[in-house]
């Protein structure tokens, strides 16, 4: 509660309830006092005829007491505005921290305690192919990058539209087909190596290509299987701390809505202090 609002309040004193029932008697009763106010005559006018004695009083002017009573019906006024005022405060005041309170947001709640929030997990960072391809030893990246260049090179020349797998297309054409007749020209197609040879370089490369891609596949399986792994742990630890942090936030949260229920059951027990100087003017109202 701030320090200006707590002027108002005590353990003893009157509801905000009662005392705006008071003012609401008050303001009744200075309304009733101005309009009297407002009518008073200090001379008296009466009307008469000339030819009978028939005096009619049409005003009637204060006499010496009533004048007199004046002075305390100004004073009652003053009385009953200042408590009006006082308590219309009061009010205000309890209103404003009953509001405070209840508007009062949880990251506020916590700055004002100097309550730490925890941190919010931030998301992993999963490792990818290349990040555990570059944690092995100079020795594993150059045979997987040997390999790779061997299996491309190798594929390269033996699959269809290949240098060696074309050769070889053309040297079956050509023992099946070895004249062609054009115009008045003969071309000849003669292999100038056994179909045996090629046939074995061809069948020794695909089998090379077989087994450089059986060990580069092996790598690169080893690789993602880190990969898994670790994306695994990192999965497992981010729900971890995702928990944790739940459960953080649950608990503050439970004590910000407990702290927030207490104070504002609080703040509507307060009454309001009652001033000496202003005893005399509750009294009074409270009799009528």
Not at 99 to 115: A, N
Not at 223 to 234: G, S, W
Not at 271 to 280: A, G, Q, S, T
Request: aromatic share 8%; with cysteine; charged share 30%.
């Amino acid at each position: 509660m701030t320090e200006k609002n707590k002027v108002f309040f005590a353990a003893d004193g009157i509801t905000a309830t009662s005392a705006n029932h008071l003012c609401n008697i008050g303001k009744e009763y200075v309304a009733s006092a101005h309009s009297r106010l407002d009518n008073i005559r200090f001379i008296t006018t009466t009307v008469e005829t000339l030819s009978a004695d028939n005096r009619i009083t049409l005003s009637q002017g204060l006499n010496s007491a009533e004048v007199l009573s004046l002075k305390e019906e100004i004073r009652k006024i003053a009385e009953i505005n200042a408590f009006i005022a006082y308590m219309r405060e009061a009010i205000k005041a309890k209103e404003a921290e009953h509001r405070t309170v209840k508007e009062l947001s949880f990251k506020d709640w916590c700055e004002q305690k100097s309550i730490t929030l925890p941190e919010y997990p931030a998301n992993p960072k999963y490792p990818s192919f290349e990040d555990i391809l570059g944690e092995l030893d100079i020795k594993e990246r150059n045979r997987y990058y040997t390999l790779g260049a061997e299996a491309a090179i190798i594929g390269k020349q033996i699959h269809p539209r290949g240098a060696i797998h074309e050769a070889r297309e053309k040297l079956f054409d050509a023992i099946s087909n070895p004249a062609l007749v054009e115009d008045d020209k003969v071309y000849r197609h003669i292999a100038s190596v056994k179909q045996e040879e090629v046939e074995e370089l061809y069948f020794e490369l695909q089998k090379q290509h077989r087994a450089v891609e059986a060990s580069l596949n092996a790598i690169k399986g080893s690789i993602d299987q880190r990969v898994a792994e670790e994306t695994a742990k990192l999965d497992t630890e981010t729900a971890v701390k995702f928990k944790q942090y739940s459960n953080e936030i649950e608990l503050l949260n439970k004590q910000f809505t407990t702290w927030k229920n207490e104070e504002i059951s609080k703040i509507g027990k307060l009454r309001i202090i009652i001033p000496n100087e202003l005893k005399d003017t509750y009294d009074f109202l409270s009799s009528l």
